[in-house]
């Protein structure tokens, strides 16, 4: 069984995730330009004030230039009026809708306190093997064309970020960092602590980034002090299991294991559980100091950190309540290892650091703004760097002498349970059916071995006890097979096993839940041609709505055999690389020589079928797929034009051309070009407030069909030798309508 980071269902995020402005290969150029020359003074002014973006001239990232762009200063301890090199916070559309591969909000830090120049770029590339995380790499910046130095540049935890990774951006979102930044004065934390239900004791700790959502925090809160049996239901602890092991194995201290208790978002999914982001993470290997509670006030404190850090600090109660469940505790330190094995006992951590600074080496000796020598940065890998308000300790001095001294603790010597051969007992079920799940465990309890398991990325996994009796496809009772059985609801179902004795637990795969294994369904399909993409629309601006009155691109699929057919486990994608971005939902269905229309809106909550992807009027792909990789239908098309479509003539069959609109119909093939045919095609009067004559002095009109807004078949009827007809609106409301005669569409007004 092949163990998967990815299975198809993460190709979205994959696709979204290998654009070129993140690629830690390669070192960012932004340029940006401001029309005043005291350009700094404003964004001093800006920080120490209101905190809003000033408009710079334009911002050119790696060549291609935006205009009118926000730009302001952010940072707490990194950002100081008497700096020349800045931590900047550009948006590129504050005042004009534009963007740079999607992305809108670029963060770039000044590296004040890493002299090392990699703590935030390695800190993140390990994180991503466990959680969803931001990407990371490099930038050389330049103002009104100076260079400042090189920056680190950090994916933003936006909307769009919660929206690729969490599959919805308009739900409860909060920035867990005190209002006005964290220091010596502060006395606010985002702590989690339940602090009742008068939401102003919460709004000085924490930032909202959504239109509501103070009273989910406060249940949040109150579940996690109160009632921590229910927690699962309002919290994703696995990814909160996993941020408190990272932080603490790295020594990530300013973060939520420190006395600020800060630098997490929070994102609230369409399942009603809040998870838990990291971000900053330019203070850890060690840099930051204050936990709270332990003085770590040298580099081997540092090393000799408690791996349960603030497990009885009722200040910290993520920690404190999720540790004194002794599952979450087990659980926790199955994270822990992980992180441990996988990335510091063979030191890959350090062969990635290095590679990061071979790369870098050359921006770093050019940046004469930098806050370390070079000579620093080249010896900051291995070596202590003493100076300043913050000594950073040499990360492999650090991590070598950590990895030591939490490997000979009892919770890490401690026999741990071991899992293999984890199978379906059937392969491929179809789909509908229940399947076993088995695995052979060693060294648990009998009762501690479970199974999690989803149809969909976008669900909590469900979990259920695994047992060794004989009963669950596991073989003979007392064999150490372990068995349960799911129902293999979708066409790939995702799983994962654990483990647990009374003293640790183990996963399998060891990165579950980010990980996980994958279960392909089998399935009834449609042969190729038999279901057809027939017309997109990639620009509509005043052809048809939705049902909810909005001009939405929308895609045309036809029947083209003489029975119906299901498109049960059938997907809809606008990219090559994610077969599965959208799904038909269950029981959908098409008539023989039917039409059935997707829009293409990303409004999933709407009456109809609407797909979780937009169509570029610019050009790209349409795909119609199972999740087996099997391409039904696919359309590549070019430079659109608004309220044509892009049609197949002869329908069903033929190749694409642009032109007018068949929204739900035939687009049937004429005998005349269909440029002369609207050419000599007129209707009149237009407004009408009744009669509607229709005339084509040179060619026959063979159909009509009108249509409301919301695409419902008004009127319809064919015609043979005939190229004047009458139609009477009279006993329709006024407002508009869509006229299709023969494959034209017209727009008719009735007043």
Request: aromatic share 12%; net charge negative.
């Amino acid at each position: 069984m092949k163990k998967l980071l990815s299975t198809l269902a993460f190709f979205a995020s994959i696709a979204t995730f290998s654009q070129d402005f993140y690629d830690i290969n390669t070192i960012q150029d932004i340029r940006i330009v401001f029309a005043e020359s005291n350009w700094d003074a404003l964004l001093d002014a800006q920080a120490n004030a209101t905190e809003d973006y000033i408009s710079a001239q334009s911002v050119t990232i790696n060549g291609v230039t935006f205009n009118n762009v926000g730009v302001k200063y952010k940072g707490n301890s990194t950002y100081n009026a008497n700096r020349i090199k800045n931590p900047f916070h550009i948006e590129l559309d504050t005042y004009v809708n534009q963007d740079y591969q999607g992305y809108t909000d670029i963060k770039l830090s000044n590296v004040y306190f890493d002299p090392s120049f990699v703590r935030e770029t390695l800190s993140y590339s390990i994180l991503r093997n466990y959680m969803h995380a931001p990407l990371s790499n490099y930038a050389n910046v330049y103002v009104n064309g100076t260079l400042l130095g090189l920056y680190v540049s950090s994916e933003s935890i936006s909307k769009k970020f919660v929206d690729n990774h969490f599959y919805s951006s308009s739900n409860s979102f909060f920035k867990c960092n005190p209002i006005g930044g964290a220091g010596p004065g502060s006395s606010s934390y985002p702590n989690l602590s339940y602090l009742g239900t008068n939401i102003t004791s919460y709004q000085t700790a924490y930032e909202m980034n959504s239109t509501a959502g103070w009273e989910d925090l406060v249940t949040l809160t109150n579940t996690l002090s109160n009632d921590i049996t229910n927690i699962e239901s309002i919290l994703d602890v696995d990814r909160a299991l996993w941020m408190l092991a990272f932080d603490n194995v790295l020594v990530n201290i300013d973060s939520y294991i420190g006395t600020f208790k800060q630098n997490y978002y929070l994102y609230k999914d369409d399942n009603g559980r809040f998870n838990a982001i990291v971000w900053d993470l330019n203070m850890s290997f060690g840099v930051f100091t204050q936990t709270g509670t332990i003085n770590l006030s040298n580099t081997t404190a540092k090393k000799q950190m408690t791996h349960l850090l603030h497990a009885n600090d009722a200040a910290w109660p993520l920690v404190q309540k999720l540790l004194s469940v002794p599952k979450y505790k087990r659980m926790y330190l199955a994270h822990f290892r992980t992180i441990l094995e996988e990335n510091f006992s063979n030191n890959s951590y350090y062969t990635t650091a290095q590679s990061y600074q071979s790369l870098i080496a050359p921006s770093v000796q050019a940046d004469s703004n930098k806050f370390f020598t070079y000579a620093q940065f080249q010896s900051n890998l291995t070596t202590d760097n003493t100076g300043g308000m913050n000594p950073a300790p040499g990360i492999t001095n650090l991590m070598n002498g950590r990895y030591t001294y939490l490997t000979a603790l009892t919770d890490f010597t401690n026999t741990r349970p071991i899992i293999t051969a984890v199978a379906p007992v059937v392969e491929n079920p179809m789909i509908n059916s229940d399947v076993f799940i088995t695995a052979n465990v060693i060294n648990s309890n009998t009762t501690g071995v479970f199974l999690g398991y989803r149809s969909n990325e976008k669900l909590a996994f469900t979990k259920v006890q695994m047992l060794d009796d004989g009963l669950h496809g596991d073989g003979a009772a007392g064999d150490n097979v372990y068995g349960a059985s799911i129902n293999v609801s979708n066409v790939f179902m995702q799983y994962y096993v654990y483990a647990e004795n009374n003293n640790v637990g183990q996963f399998s795969p060891e990165r579950a839940e980010h990980e996980f294994y994958s279960l392909n369904a089998s399935y009834p399909t449609i042969n190729p041609g038999d279901l057809v993409i027939n017309e997109i629309m990639a620009q509509n601006t005043l052809t048809i709505t939705d049902a909810n009155g909005e001009y939405e691109d929308w895609i045309e699929l036809h029947n083209n055999t003489n029975t119906t057919l299901s498109l049960d486990n059938l997907f809809l994608t606008d990219s090559s690389t994610n077969l599965i971005k959208w799904q038909f939902p269950n029981g959908i269905t098409i008539e023989p020589d039917g039409y059935l229309i997707v829009w293409a809106d990303e409004d999933g909550g709407q009456e109809g079928l609407h797909a979780s992807f937009k169509l570029s009027s610019s050009g790209e792909s349409v795909i119609l797929a199972y999740a087996n990789g099997t391409i039904l239908d696919s359309v590549d098309y070019g430079l659109q034009t608004a309220d044509l479509g892009y049609a197949r003539i002869p329908n069903g069959t033929g190749n694409f051309v642009i032109t007018g609109s068949t929204f739900n119909y035939n687009n049937q093939l004429l005998s005349i070009s269909e440029v002369e045919f609207k050419q000599n095609l007129s209707v009149f009067p237009n407004p009408t407030n009744g009669s509607l004559t229709i005339q084509n002095k040179q060619y026959d009109i063979n159909k009509i069909v009108l249509y409301n807004l919301q695409g419902q078949s008004l009127f319809e009827n064919t015609y043979q030798n005939q190229n004047t007809i009458s139609v009477d609106l009279s006993d329709y409301p006024n407002g508009f309508y869509m006229l299709i005669v023969n494959n034209q569409t017209l727009k008719i007004i009735k007043n």
